[in-house]
Nanobody
């Protein structure tokens, strides 16, 4: 599975962005998809995830209520809608996929496939 993120950019605080994670190589309808981010000088951290069925979503406390993970298996794409962005959301955002997946979706080592990342910069 190859993953390509897009949709990053520069936005003012309070604004919105929607990131896309397009998959190729195989369909991802049996894959859970997670989103992670890494700011300069910091470790990669979990942002959110959606189960392979789409029936369950998970979020880090720092983004709960502001970010939404979704998927469109017909387009072989997952999304991260980010609203009410804050300067502390500035980071490189990565999507990742794991076959089926389970309750450990917040762990980076749960995932087998990763995208190259897309930069999100939120100005104050």
């Amino acid at each position: 599975v190859q993953l390509v993120e897009s949709g990053g950019g520069l936005v003012q605080a309070g604004g919105s962005l929607r990131l896309s994670c397009a998959a190729s190589g195989r369909t991802i309808d049996n894959y859970s998809v997670g989103w992670f981010r890494q700011a300069p000088g910091k470790d990669r951290e979990f942002v959110g995830a959606i189960s392979w069925s789409g029936g369950n979503t998970y979020y880090a406390d720092s983004v709960k209520g502001r970010f939404t993970v979704s998927r469109d298996d017909a387009k072989n794409t997952a999304y991260l809608q980010m609203n009410s962005l804050k300067p502390e959301d500035t980071a490189v955002y990565y999507c990742a996929a794991t076959y089926y997946g389970g309750s450990s979706c917040y762990r980076a080592d749960e995932y087998d496939y990763w995208g190259q990342g897309t930069q999100v910069t939120v100005s104050s």
